[in-house]
């Protein structure tokens, strides 16, 4: 399979049950997109939960509204989101699932305006600041300051800031990106680093490490070195790659690449690093328990 090849080779999954997952202490499932759901101590935080998955003739041709009944068809419980930088694939579903379960979200100035739009209490609302410690059930999360990979003919899709309240329906260009934050989660069991875009900044991660990378691939190539380094910067023992799948086509569909991703030489990059961390390829909703 070249680099253009959007097949994915079902030998490359690997996942847990999702009660094996969750007895291990530390469980994440991915439901495709950047999205993530961590489980410890029963207390369920989301990471840029995506599940609208509107079609590319929606985003090209129409104003985005979040889709009910498929969020709700994977968001059972859910305690709090974290979102990492406010594109429409990654924040558009926060403000539902907020108020749907009442939870908390963290996220930029942007995530918030979203929320804000949409009619979340402020109460639920949370600023990230790279540094800050937040308590969220077992968890210490906090945000690191990032960047968006530059893979759009050189530069990042939908830039600035969403500096006032935004309702949908809304066209996709109107999710800026905001603030870039990779997002780190730590507990008694171990820890996770969530990286919701190909792209980082070294002198950020100083001193943070995380046993759990959930790594985008895809616009990885316009970021010199993009794997290594991440591997470099946080030493994980496991990296699981997201952002690879064709997320404009539903979670129940076949996954398809987006092409030139290229997931089997991302593998390839994973396990040339010379401290050779393990890589997990989840499906669809797949689960792995990751706790230590
Ligand atoms: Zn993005």
Known sequence: MGKLSTQVDPRWFDSDTKAEALASGLA???????????????HH?????HLSRHSLWEVATQRLTP????IDADVDICHAVAVGHSHFDHAIDTPYIAQKHGAKVYGSESTLNLCRGEGVDEGLLTRLVPGELHSEGPFALRAVRSQHSTFAF???PAPGDITAPLA????????????VFGLHLGCGHGSVYHVGSADLIEAELEGVQADVVLCCTVGRYATENFTHRVIDALKPKLVIPCHWDQFWRPLDATPK???TNDLAAFLAEVRSHPSAPQVRVLPPRGWAGVGG
Request: charged share 30%.
């Open 257 to 259: 690449q987006i092409p």
């Open 154 to 156: 050189g530069r990042v």
């Open 67 to 70: 889709k009910p009944d498929r």
């Open 45 to 49: 935080v989301w990471l840029d939960p």
């Open 28 to 42: 994440v499932q991915w439901l495709g997109t950047a999205g993530f759901r961590v489980v410890a101590q029963d």
């Open 168 to 179: 949908t329906p809304a066209r996709a260009e109107r999710f800026r990106v905001g603030e």
